[in-house]
């Protein structure tokens, strides 16, 4: 079985900071780009970052950009999103998922998708 899981997820104050894990299992994610995507209660799912698997490009959404990293260790099979500089805002729950999107901040671009992990930012 193919599975995504997350993990890393917590509640934070603002400002602060969290590293945010994807563990798959099942099998290798070759030639996959991998994203991260994030959902608040009563709101659509919302695109933040994603990663080539060679790990040489990688795409932010605006509203992360400068303060989240992507990053990946395929020998692990494990993709990462640091958050730094947390705001409320950042508060949702954090979705990886793989695929080989045409387009990188498409949802529905994506095959397998992990349950999620809680991010809370609080003021």
């Known amino acids: 079985q193919v599975q995504l899981v997350e993990s890393g997820g917590r509640l934070v104050q603002a400002g602060g900071s969290l590293r945010l894990s994807c563990a798959a299992s099942g099998r290798t994610f070759s030639n996959h780009v991998m994203g991260w995507f994030r959902q608040a209660p009563g709101k659509e799912r919302e695109f933040v970052a994603a990663i080539s698997w060679s790990g040489g490009y990688t795409y932010y959404a605006d509203s992360v950009k400068g303060r989240f990293t992507i990053s990946r260790d395929n020998a692990k099979n494990t993709v990462y999103l640091q958050t730094n500089s947390l705001k409320p805002e950042d508060t949702a729950t954090y979705y990886c998922?793989?695929?080989?999107?045409?387009?990188?901040?498409?949802?529905?671009?994506?095959?397998?998708w992990g349950q999620g992990t809680q991010v809370t930012v609080s003021s």
């Open positions: 998922a793989a695929g080989r999107p045409s387009t990188w901040s498409y949802p529905s671009e994506y095959d397998y």
